[in-house]
Nanobody
């Protein structure tokens, strides 16, 4: 089992920045690829980005590429999502998720999930 806890959400003005954190406990964090997803009211959960277990490969949704950056610190069992140039359409609950080793972009390929953290971008 892997337990995931997100933090860092909040209210920010358009154009601003936030950094989300997701801290894992349980099994060896370094064995897992990590993903970030988000879900806005009335919409399906969508892929934001992911990072492989080593941290050497990242993938982003087109809607956030160039604005968001995923990183991880395996010594701290934590993955981060740095969000810059935020837009109102980035408003959503953000979730981190874990799966074994390889990157995936579909939410149903991730086994473990955090409870989510709300990000609200005011225009």
């Amino acid at each position: 089992q892997v337990q995931l806890v997100e933090s860092g959400g909040g209210l920010v003005q358009a154009g601003g920045s936030l950094r989300l954190s997701c801290t894992a406990s349980g099994r060896t964090f370094a064995n897992y690829a990590m993903g970030w997803f988000r879900q806005a009211p009335g919409k399906e959960r969508e892929f934001v980005g992911s990072i492989v277990d080593s941290g050497l490969i990242r993938e982003y949704a087109a809607s956030v590429a160039g604005r968001f950056t995923i990183s991880r610190d395996n010594a701290k069992n934590t993955v981060y999502l740095q969000m810059n140039s935020l837009k109102s359409e980035d408003t959503a609950v953000y979730y981190c998720a874990a799966r074994s080793r390889l990157i995936a972009t579909s939410w149903n390929e991730y086994r473990y999930w955090g409870q989510g953290t709300q990000v609200t971008v005011s225009s």
